[in-house]
């Protein structure tokens, strides 16, 4: 396997893991009735926040203690994400 095989393998499990998170929560959104509520660039923005501060073998309860702002601030780190895209 070449290094270029590598990175077309992260790209597409990437992509496949983004299509299982969004099929999940339009149909979350879709079963309380309210499928208008999904916004994919909102859930664009936390998966990418998301991935890269995840850390290999780190639990979910250490992930979440170390990033008590994905919680508390959200609306803002999606703002600055956003932003940062732009640049």
């Known amino acids: ?3 270029i095989d590598h990175v077309e393998l992260t790209w597409r499990l990437l992509g ?3 299509e299982r998170l969004e099929a999940r929560l339009m149909a979350v959104a879709a079963g309380v ?3 208008e509520r999904y916004d994919r660039d909102l859930t664009r ?3 990418e926040i998301v ?3 995840r850390r290999e073998g780190e639990s979910w309860a250490d992930f979440l ?3 008590r702002d994905l919680l508390e601030r959200g609306p803002e780190l ?3 994400h956003r932003r940062e895209k732009l640049c």
Do not use: L
Request: hydrophobic share 50%; glycine share 4%; proline share 5%.
């Open 16 to 18: 496949e893991a983004f």
């Open 1 to 3: 396997m070449k290094h």
């Open 45 to 47: 923005a936390f998966f």
């Open 78 to 80: 999606v703002s600055a």
């Open 33 to 35: 009735g309210k499928p």
């Open 65 to 67: 203690e170390r990033n």
């Open 51 to 53: 991935a890269a501060r």
